[in-house]
């Protein structure tokens, strides 16, 4: 309740302030009342805390009204005691909160599993927050190994781009063979690909050198001149016509045009003019040997047909009578033939007659055609007519 010295609210006296001025204190000589003279003392954090448990004290004891000049007590505001703070048996917290796990997922605390970890787990130094979370030993060895690996890959690919500028000419027992670094692995070399990088068979007496260089076009260069050395060692060799046409190995001249062909590949650069020359050269001389293969050919069916004739002049044929003069014309044709336009032919090319009637007959202009003797003459059963040409009815074209 308020008195009469009260503003209106029962906190304070009059004066707008607390403690009041001395013109509103009450006399000094009544007990508990206020003594403006009265300091109080510096603030005891302990005892604030018991006050403030314990409750305020027992009460305020009324003191004169000053603002009515009489001596009677004015009615003061009191605070019934209050004793020492109990706990009730109710708990604090709700009952999701009760218990430890609970309450530290509510408060953020690590667990006992973090904690447990957190103490295996390298700390930073001593420099470092202390507040900051420790470094995982897992991530620190993932991040060690991606960096190790990443740098043995760059090794990788440097090497492998440093090998891959390496260019060999590799020689086995029967090849030559080019050859270029791997990108990977980056060591050793592999067979370049390409029809102008085909491997060169070589025989067993050819020589090759093996060789390396780091620039293609001279690895080029070498491999075209070896192409060349092998196609004019094979058209100059003696025996070729020998091996031409033999069943029981390869054609030589077949393989002497593909590696022309894979020449001319490697000399399409400008700068080798005068390498194309001599190759269209050297096809030339393929030809020419495939032609001599036919001639050698012709002149083996010529002289097989020469043996024939002088067969069935043997034989005295009935109506055919120029026998012996057709095996006497391809024995001297094929002599011409062997030695050549600008040879002799050899005086004794034509084949000896099988009798003297033949020998005393005059030849007959080689394309004459020639009559056809009727069954049953006595002339034709007397004695054969010598003649030379076709046989009968025949033109030689």
């Not at 004290?57 to 009515?68: E, M, N």
């Not at 009615?75 to 019934?80: G, L, S």
């Not at 897992?138 to 190790?148: D, E, G, Q």
């Not at 094929?334 to 007659?353: I, Q, Y």
Request: aromatic share 4%; glycine share 10%; proline share 12%.
């Amino acid at each position: 309740m308020s008195g009469p010295g009260d503003d209106g609210d029962g906190d304070q006296p009059p004066g707008g302030k607390w403690p009041p001025d001395a013109e509103y204190a009450v006399p000094t000589g009544a007990k508990d009342t206020y003594d403006p003279g009265y300091v109080p003392p510096p603030a005891d954090p302990a005892h604030d805390d018991i006050h403030a448990v314990e409750g305020p004290p027992g009460g305020l004891y009324t003191g004169p009204d000053v603002s009515t000049g009489s001596g009677a007590a004015a009615p003061v505001a009191t605070i019934a005691p209050v004793g020492p703070f109990v706990p009730g048996e109710e708990p604090l917290l709700p009952p999701e909160l009760a218990t430890d796990g609970a309450l530290h997922d509510a408060i953020g605390a690590p667990s006992a599993k973090a904690r447990r970890r957190a103490r295996t787990q390298p700390r930073g130094d001593g420099d470092e927050d202390d507040l900051a979370p420790p470094r995982s030993r897992r991530t620190m060895i993932i991040a060690t190994t991606s960096i190790i690996v990443g740098l043995g890959i760059a090794t990788l690919v440097f090497l492998g781009h440093a090998n891959a500028q390496r260019y060999a000419l590799a020689c086995d027992a029967t090849h030559a063979i080019p050859e270029q670094g791997r990108s990977f692995p980056p060591w050793g070399t592999r067979p370049m690909h390409g029809a102008e990088w085909a491997p060169i068979t070589l025989p067993p007496n050819a020589e090759c050198q093996p060789r390396e260089t780091d620039d293609a076009g001279e690895l080029g260069k070498w491999y075209l001149g070896l192409l060349i050395d092998r196609a004019t060692a094979t058209l100059t060799a003696r025996d070729l016509l020998d091996t031409v046409g033999n069943q029981a190995a390869a054609n030589p001249l077949d393989a002497v045009a593909a590696q022309l062909d894979q020449a001319l590949l490697l000399a399409r650069d400008p700068d080798r003019r005068d390498q194309r020359k001599e190759i269209a050269r050297l096809q030339g001389d393929v030809e020419y040997w495939r032609a001599a293969a036919r001639l050698r050919d012709a002149s083996a069916i010529l002289l097989e047909a020469a043996k024939q004739f002088d067969t069935a002049n043997q034989h005295h044929p009935r109506h055919a009578t120029d026998a012996a003069a057709w095996s006497g014309f391809l024995h001297h044709l094929t002599d011409e033939l062997r030695a050549g336009p600008n040879g002799m032919p050899s005086p004794n090319a034509v084949v000896a007659p099988t009798n003297a009637a033949t020998v005393e007959s005059p030849p007959v202009p080689v394309g004459t055609a020639l009559p056809v003797e009727p069954e049953g003459s006595g002339a034709a059963s007397a004695s054969p007519t010598p003649d030379a040409g076709v046989p009968s009815g025949g033109v030689l074209l």
